[in-house]
T-cell receptor, first 114, second 118 residues
Framework: ETGVTQSPTHLIKTRGQQVTLRCSSQ?????VSWYQQALGQGPQFIFQ???????GRGNFPPRFSGLQFPNYSSELNVNALELDDSALYLC?????????????FGQGTRLTVV | AQSVTQLDSQVPVFEEAPVELRCNYS??????LFWYVQYPNQGLQLLLK??????LVKGINGFEAEFNKSQTSFHLRKPSVHISDTAEYFC?????FGSGGGADGLTFGKGTHLIIQP
């Protein structure tokens, strides 16, 4: 059983650029959630994807968008990067059925915007 | 909307001493509660969860937590800490049944840094 893997582990972007972060969900999981964790803060829910559609969204602007693929992997895209977007981005996968199973988190992608 | 308050940003404790990390939540509906641990440069690992039933829940690594509905609290405890328990601990809440947080995700507190002193 493979865990949740995220790529890249670190990257540096310039303000105004666009970035794509990737997440491979745990084997057997069909739901992916993305979180932003700023330095010294708890993770904040960005959105969740289920069956390739956005299933729920937190308080983030539309320049944060995502995709889920048929193999349940996912991408987080951020356009027009701002300095405040610098954070650890965490992906979590779970299995949605009548209830949601435990969310397993990846190690995250550390994004620095300069 | 729900919210989580972790009252201590940092808790120093001597090795083999007991520890309590405090968590209070607010919500207008029934909630489900979680504690996660984050080791340096790693993702989050679920320690324990309260979904229903007994208010005292036991988790991994000797941790336990008690759900107190009247005080809207879910404090984490360990009777004897080890140096390897040094980490960031996050309390989280969800209004959707199950551990994954449902379509609204999990709402996390700001975290408590547990520092174990030898």
């Amino acid at each position: 059983e493979t865990g949740v893997t995220q790529s890249p582990t670190h990257l540096i972007k310039t303000r105004g650029q666009q970035v794509t972060l990737r997440c491979s969900s745990q084997s057997g999981h069909n739901t992916v959630s993305w979180y932003q964790q700023a330095l010294g803060q708890g993770p904040q829910f960005i959105f969740q994807y289920y069956r390739e559609e956005e299933n729920g969204r937190g308080n983030f602007p539309p320049r944060f968008s995502g995709l889920q693929f048929p193999n349940y992997s996912s991408e987080l895209n951020v356009n027009a990067l701002e300095l405040d977007d610098s954070a650890l981005y965490l992906c979590a996968s779970s299995l949605a059925g009548r209830t949601f199973t435990e969310a397993f988190f990846g190690q995250g992608t550390r994004l620095t915007v300069v | 909307a729900q919210s989580v308050t972790q009252l201590d940003s940092q808790v120093p404790v001597f090795e083999e001493a007991p520890v309590e990390l405090r968590c209070n939540y607010s919500s207008s509906v029934s909630v489900y509660l979680f504690w996660y641990v984050q080791y340096p440069n790693q993702g989050l690992q679920l320690l324990l969860k309260y979904l229903s039933g007994s208010t005292l829940v036991k988790g991994i690594n000797g941790f336990e937590a008690e759900f107190n509905k009247s005080q809207t609290s879910f404090h984490l405890r360990k009777p004897s800490v080890h140096i390897s328990d040094t980490a960031e601990y996050f309390c989280a809440v969800s209004e959707s049944f199950g551990s994954g947080g449902g379509a609204d995700g999990l709402t996390f507190g700001k975290g408590t840094h547990l520092i174990i002193q030898p």
